[in-house]
């Protein structure tokens, strides 16, 4: 429950300061936040075609430090589709790569949202720990 407190908080302070001046703690739950609620609504080609997609190079950084692992790694292969480039920085140019890509560029998306689905685990749990840890909710 704290968790969802200090995610909402970090989103409403990314709204006002935008991405880059959060703390390195904002930074970790507003991208998970983002990664998660785009991935479960529609996928990875959701999450990139859309504004949020600008976090996706941050998304391992943010899954690691509340110690999920294989969430992160499933986020760098998601990455790692677009090649050795990188997730383009603007959503413009990652919708023109997404139109781009490959049969089997669109199939790693979709096994890597059922790998995704399975890693249910315990990131409530992480995202709980990681908060109090930080006494980031009062």
């Known amino acids: 429950m ?5 995610m909402q908080r970090a989103l409403d302070h990314k709204r006002v300061v935008g991405f880059a001046q959060l703390s390195e703690e904002e930074k970790t739950l507003a991208c ?9 609504n529609g996928g990875f080609e ?5 504004q949020e997609g600008d976090l996706a190079p941050y998304a391992p950084t943010a ?4 110690g999920s692992d294989r969430r992160a790694e499933i ?3 998601a990455n790692s589709v677009f ?5 383009p920085s603007t959503k413009a140019e990652r919708t023109r790569a997404l139109r781009t ?6 199939l790693t998306f979709d096994d890597l949202e059922k790998e995704y689905y399975e890693a249910t685990g315990d990131l409530e749990d992480r995202l709980e720990r990681y908060v109090s840890e930080r006494h980031l909710v009062r």
């Not at 704290?2 to 200090?6: E, F, I």
């Not at 959701?46 to 859309?50: D, E, I, K, L």
């Not at 899954?63 to 509340?66: L, T, Y």
């Open 2 to 6: 704290n968790a969802d407190l200090a």
């Open 32 to 40: 998970i936040w983002c990664f998660e609620s785009r991935v479960a």
């Open 46 to 50: 959701h999450f990139f075609s859309s």
């Open 63 to 66: 899954f690691r430090a509340v």
């Open 75 to 77: 986020a760098e292969r």
């Open 83 to 87: 090649g050795p480039g990188g997730v």
């Open 101 to 106: 890509l490959s049969p089997s560029a669109k």
